[in-house]
């Protein structure tokens, strides 16, 4: 009697179905672990913005903004970190712009609250490297 070696069918479709339960069970849980690394990624890139802004302001001695580049404050479309220079609190052709990222991943959202009200959507630091309004080095703002 010769022997076969190999695998019978069911043992392939045992394994197929096994694979296949396993892969089903894993994939939502990958999304959810992608997910928290672009949120991350984000979080960092934005809280890193930030403090170039606050770094750019004290080494110029003057005052530097962040602000969406998206329509109507829309900071999902992404930022610039900028020298204001035609006052308009956005990031244009006059301005000189120190850095720029764009939109974030789908599904992401950031926004910016400050004491000041109405809450506008930029940040600025002055040459002090303390937050202030857009118009006014020494009016201090505080938020997130």
């Known amino acids: ?56 302001a004290i080494a110029r ?27 308009d609190r956005m990031p244009g052709e006059d301005d000189e712009i120190l850095l720029r990222r764009g939109p974030l991943a789908r599904g992401i959202s950031a926004s910016a609250a400050v004491s000041s009200q109405p809450s506008a959507p930029y940040l600025a630091y002055n040459g002090g490297g303390l937050a202030c309004t857009a118009t006014k080095s020494m009016v201090a703002r505080f938020g997130t």
């Open 1 to 56: 009697m010769r022997r076969q070696c190999g695998f019978t069918l069911t043992e392939l479709l045992v394994t197929a179905t096994i694979t296949l339960v396993l892969g089903a069970v894993a994939v939502p849980s990958f999304k959810g672990v992608l997910d928290g690394i672009a949120l991350r990624s984000a979080t960092d890139e934005l809280f890193a913005a930030v403090q170039f802004t606050r770094a750019q």
């Open 61 to 87: 001695n003057a005052r530097i903004l962040l602000a969406p580049s998206g329509e109507g404050g829309d900071w999902g479309q992404g930022w610039a970190v900028f020298v204001d220079a035609d006052d």
